[in-house]
C-alpha cells in the first residue's frame, strides 16, 4: 500500500460544478499536508497549506482528517483553467525527513 | 535568476552510459529535494539535503544513482550506466528551512531523461 493514495480520476466536470477530492495517507506520524497543482508537462506548484482547522482561499477548500488520516481538496465554480492534475502532499518526521507526494488526482473542467 | 534551475532540460542518453543533472536551487534555501516522475505519476522521493548533507537517500533506486551537493548550493544527480526503465522527468525543488516541514517546496522544470 502506498503511504499517500489519492484517486488518479479523471475527473470530468462542466464550468462552474464543484468538485471535490480526497487523499489519504498511512503515517499516523505525518505532520504537515499541502496540495500542489502540476499541469501538463510542468513542475508542481504549490496550491495551498492545509491545515487542521480547515483552511480556505477564494474557491478552494482544504480540510484535515487526522483521526481518520485523510485530506481534502474542495473547488467550487469551476473554471477551465482549474484543468490541471492536483497532488496530495504529505510531510513527516520519523528519524528522518520525508516529503511523499501522491501520484495526482486529474481534473478536467469543459465548457 | 529567482527560481530553481536545472540543466539541461531535455538528455537523450543510449543504455549504459553515465548523464548528470544538475540543479541550483534558490539561492539561501537550506533543503534540496530529488525527485523522480514516470509518465501520468505522481513524484516519488529519491533523496534530500539539508545543505551539504544528504540526510536521507533511501530514495535512490540502486547504486547506480548517486547525488551529491557538496558546498550546500548546486546540486547534481548522477546516474550511471542507464537502463531504460531509468527514462523519468527528474524533478529538483528547494525550500528556506531545514526538514521544509510547513513551508512550501519551489520545483524547477525538471529534466526529462530518455534512455534509448
Known amino acids: 500500500r502506498k503511504e499517500v493514495e489519492q484517486d488518479p480520476g479523471p475527473f470530468n466536470v462542466p464550468e462552474g460544478a464543484t468538485v471535490a477530492f480526497n487523499c489519504t495517507y498511512s503515517?499516523?506520524?505525518?505532520?504537515?499536508f499541502f496540495w500542489y497543482r502540476q499541469d501538463c508537462r510542468k513542475e508542481p506548484k504549490l496550491l495551498m497549506s492545509v491545515y487542521s482547522s480547515g483552511n480556505e482561499d477564494g474557491r478552494f477548500t482544504a480540510q484535515l482528517n487526522r483521526a481518520s488520516q485523510y485530506i481534502s481538496l474542495l473547488i467550487r465554480d469551476s473554471k477551465l483553467s482549474d484543468s490541471a492534475t492536483y497532488l496530495c502532499?504529505?510531510?513527516?518526521?520519523?528519524?528522518?525527513?520525508?516529503?511523499?507526494f501522491g501520484a495526482g488526482t486529474r481534473l478536467f473542467v469543459k465548457a | 535568476g529567482a527560481g530553481v534551475s536545472q540543466s539541461p532540460r531535455y538528455k537523450v542518453a543510449k543504455r549504459g552510459q553515465d548523464v548528470a543533472l544538475r540543479c541550483d536551487p534558490i539561492s539561501g534555501h537550506v533543503s534540496l529535494f530529488w525527485y523522480q516522475q514516470a509518465l501520468g505519476q505522481g513524484p516519488e522521493f529519491l533523496t534530500y539535503?539539508?545543505?551539504?548533507?544528504?540526510?536521507?537517500k533511501s530514495g535512490l533506486p540502486s547504486d547506480r544513482f548517486f547525488a551529491e551537493r557538496p558546498e550546500g548550493s548546486v546540486s547534481t544527480l548522477k546516474i550511471q550506466r542507464t537502463q531504460q526503465e531509468d527514462s523519468a522527468v527528474y524533478l529538483c525543488?528547494?525550500?528556506?528551512?531545514?526538514?521544509?516541514?510547513?513551508?512550501?517546496?519551489?520545483f524547477g522544470q525538471g529534466t526529462r531523461l530518455t534512455v534509448v
Open positions: 502532499v504529505v510531510n513527516s518526521y520519523t528519524g528522518g525527513f520525508k516529503t511523499i
Open positions: 503515517n499516523s506520524a505525518s505532520q504537515s
Open positions: 539535503f539539508q545543505n551539504e548533507a544528504q540526510l536521507d
Open positions: 525543488a528547494s525550500s528556506l528551512l531545514q526538514g521544509a516541514m510547513n513551508t512550501e517546496a519551489f
